[in-house]
């Protein structure tokens, strides 16, 4: 009887790696855009879900404090990767950026879960989609970057695509939609900031020490609104820690896979998913204006990405050539 158990135990397990190994071989022959853009749509999904979770569990919890547990949660699980690298993705000589980075980072995450408790899924969506254009004025501040008349026609257009769904002197501004549009805008910081850091730093570095620093960070304010948790509550934080992780991860291999440009139209799904999921479980239903903003901001945001590959490839090809 032992002897068949473990002839059928072994049979299953190397069933598993059999069925492992072909889906692994499957996925590997596709080609970089589709493996790209199958991740990308994962993180729209991974992204919807946090942000309808954090507003779930906001009804309960300070946004500082899930804040605090969703930095907890995301660098419990990284941590098999970085335990398999036996930590050497922290060797880094510019710690002190990192920790700038830290605080940049928190600061966005703080006013963007806080304006998730209080404005429409959709309504915070659709403002966060404004951060590529704040990155585009910083790349010409911070980073010395030329900007065409195009490009600077992008980024006017992305800002009245903000203007359309905030309509100062039409509708009173609420707190929220303002919060989401300065998270955009203190995210777009962070963004140059691992710009700066990526010319020395792996990005493997960076995220490990990302997880350091936010859940030092939010800590602080965490402890400033404290309140009792429930299992429930830590059942639902881990989810949203666990999904903000899958989101990140997804978000970072699609862009490795393939060019941004082919990947960042899908981007615009995470609007579609956080609608739905505010229409169902928080009776939200987003008005024409955040649409017509959404797609306004987003097709400039796209517009600026393809202008910059467009640059990028120019600029990679030799003036010979190029003549």
Not at 2 to 24: C, D, R, T, V, W
Not at 109 to 123: H, Q, V
Not at 145 to 158: H, S
Not at 162 to 184: C, E, F, K, S, Y
Request: with cysteine; proline share 4%.
């Amino acid at each position: 009887m032992n002897h068949s158990a473990s002839f059928e135990n072994s049979s299953i397990n190397s069933g598993h790696l059999i069925n492992k190994h072909a889906l692994n071989d499957a996925w590997c022959r596709q080609s970089g855009v589709l493996r790209g853009v199958v991740l990308m749509c994962v993180s729209t999904v991974a992204f919807a879900t946090m942000h309808a979770l954090v507003r779930y569990v906001s009804s309960e919890l300070p946004p500082f404090q899930i804040a605090f547990f969703r930095n907890l949660f995301g660098f419990a699980f990284l941590l098999p990767l970085l335990i398999r690298s036996k930590f050497e993705m922290f060797r880094s000589r510019r710690i002190g950026l990192h920790a700038v980075r830290g605080v940049i980072n928190i600061a966005a995450m703080l006013m963007f879960f806080t304006a998730l408790s209080m404005t429409p899924l959709a309504k915070v969506t659709a403002l966060s989609f404004t951060a590529p254009i704040f990155v585009a004025v910083l790349s010409i501040v911070v980073l010395g970057e030329r900007f065409r008349l195009y490009r600077w026609l992008a980024i006017a257009t992305g800002f009245l695509g903000m203007l359309i769904i905030l309509r100062p002197g039409m509708v009173a501004l609420d707190t929220g939609g303002l919060l989401a549009a300065g998270a955009a805008a203190v995210w777009a910081v962070a963004v140059i900031l691992i710009k700066l850091l990526s010319r020395t730093e792996s990005s493997v570095t960076i995220v490990g020490w990302m997880g350091i620093f936010l859940c030092a960070f939010s800590l602080g304010p965490a402890l400033w609104v404290w309140q009792p948790l429930t299992i429930d509550n830590l059942v639902w934080l881990s989810f949203i820690g666990l999904s903000g992780t899958i989101a990140q991860i997804s978000l970072s291999q699609s862009l490795k896979e393939t060019e941004p440009t082919a990947v960042l139209p899908f981007d615009f799904l995470k609007l579609i998913w956080t609608a739905l999921l505010g229409v169902w479980f928080f009776s939200e239903t987003p008005d024409i204006y955040t649409w017509i903003g959404a797609a306004v901001i987003f097709s400039s945001g796209l517009f600026i990405a393809y202008r910059e590959r467009r640059s990028k490839l120019r600029s990679s090809v030799p003036s010979e050539i190029q003549k």
